[in-house]
């Protein structure tokens, strides 16, 4: 089955303590992204990559950090974590294509709350 | 920039019509996404439009008139399961047109 896996699902951590949160897709996908949600602001980019060892920025990518060795994974990790990452966060993969709809898929999405 | 803007909520009963609009500004535009989302579930994909007109997909349509950076999605015949966020997108602005830029989303709130 075609998926985007995202791990774990919830976590309640506190303000300064390292966490990754991994994410995996096996539709061979070039591109994977992290989108953080917060109520009344959407769905919001944080990092993206187009490749293996190829990430850039998004919108909100202060205080993230994203790593792509292998085209599968593309965790998330949040060195030192403060409450104003408490959010539900979302992977997604795409297969990249200049033209058409860059349909874009999700993983369950993680509830990060921080203390 | 890019941004787009939606309604925030809409309202509706079983059986009606509703639509919901989309107006967005973007510097090079590849075409228009439309995302459901369910409450807390992962968003996923209904529909896109690159060129003008209507495009259907069963009792969802949706529309794009890019003179005027506008489109729309259409549910029909709405069902207490369409009750969900609707997010229309557009790739952007980056050379590749990888980013996904979403609107804030409108909630659709059908009733019996």
Redesign the interface.
């Known amino acids: 089955e075609a998926q985007v896996t995202q791990n774990p699902r919830y976590l309640i951590t506190v303000t300064g303590k390292k966490l990754t949160v991994t994410c995996s897709q096996n539709m061979n996908h070039e ?1 994977m ?1 992290w ?1 953080r949600q917060d109520p ?6 944080i990092y ?1 990559s ?1 490749n293996v060892e190829v990430t ?1 920025k ?2 909100v990518p202060e205080g993230y950090k994203v790593s792509r060795k292998e085209k599968r994974n593309f965790p998330l990790i949040l060195e030192s974590p403060s409450p104003n990452q408490t959010s ?1 966060y ?1 992977c ?1 993969s ?1 297969s ?1 294509q ?12 993680t ?1 990060l709350t921080v203390t | 920039g890019q941004s787009l803007e939606q309604p925030s909520e809409v309202t509706a009963v079983e059986g009606a019509i509703v639509q919901i609009n989309c107006t967005y500004q973007t510097s090079g535009f590849y075409g228009l996404s439309w995302y459901q989302q369910h409450d807390g579930g992962a968003p996923t994909f209904l529909s896109y439009n690159a060129l003008d007109g209507l495009e259907e997909t069963g009792r969802f349509s949706s529309f794009l008139s890019r003179s005027d950076s506008y489109g729309y999605l259409l549910l029909q015949e709405l069902q207490m399961k369409d009750s969900a966020s609707y997010f229309c997108a557009v790739r952007g602005p980056n050379q590749a047109g990888t980013a996904l830029i979403f609107g804030k989303g409108t909630t659709l709130s059908v009733s019996s």
Request: overall charge negative; aromatic content about 24%; glycine content about 18%.
């Open positions: 591109y992204s989108y009344g602001l959407g769905l919001r980019q993206y187009m850039d998004g919108d539900l979302f997604a795409a990249y200049e033209q058409g709809s860059y349909e874009q898929y999700f993983g369950p999405g509830r």
